[in-house]
């Protein structure tokens, strides 16, 4: 996904890229964070414009991922939609005290800052992948569930309590302040 800067002005101007799972697995650094399959490619809509050297990035990236349940392991399907909001201004003869950091500059012709709403640039054309790759990073759930009622699975035998019951008896255990609240009860612990 790259834009090309040299055409920008200080009116806003529509970009839209569309990119599925091979994508995904082809952005070397990190294949494996992706949680599953993806099932709706990852549009990336971008409004973008000029104010003086600085160049105003604006949109958002929606999709649709396979997930495991955190609680019942069943795959599912979720939209992840996020919005995103940088401003790049010209890196110049800077260079990001960050070794990363200043790899990609070289690399993607852009660079964030410690705020992930303010970055660098350089030449005439960024490469957007790394950036959306990080959008769609943090918009991951940390904790993917079906639903928010979901019962999960039996810690005896492994049913799938969204089910129905398991087989299993529900004996509760005893608590460790059962002793107490047995003197507490008896007639002798009330003295």
């Not at 399959?37 to 929606?62: K, N």
């Not at 990363?100 to 852009?110: H, I, K, M, T």
């Not at 054309?125 to 079906?146: G, M, T």
Request: glycine share 10%.
């Amino acid at each position: 996904m790259k834009l090309s800067l040299d055409q920008l002005s200080a009116i806003s101007e529509q970009h839209a890229f569309e990119v599925d799972g091979r994508w995904w697995e082809s952005q070397a650094p990190m294949p494996s964070r992706l949680p599953g399959r993806v099932l709706e490619p990852f549009r990336v809509e971008i409004e973008a414009h000029e104010m003086g050297e600085q160049v105003h990035l604006e949109g958002s990236l929606t999709g649709t991922l396979e997930f495991e349940c955190g609680r019942c392991l069943a795959s599912y399907g979720e939209r992840i939609g996020e919005g995103f909001r940088l401003v790049l201004e010209p890196a110049g003869s800077r260079l990001p005290a960050d070794p990363e950091a200043a790899a990609a500059l070289e690399r993607d012709g852009l660079c964030l800052g410690d705020d992930f709403e303010m970055g660098w640039y350089r030449g005439f054309e960024i490469q957007l992948d790394a950036f959306c790759r990080e959008v769609i990073s943090l918009a991951l759930p940390v904790k993917p569930l079906c639903g928010e009622d979901c019962a999960g699975l039996c810690a005896r035998c492994g049913a799938d309590l969204n089910q129905g019951g398991c087989p299993c008896a529900q004996a509760r255990p005893d608590s460790p302040f059962a002793v107490l609240a047995a003197l507490r009860d008896s007639p002798e612990g009330a003295k």
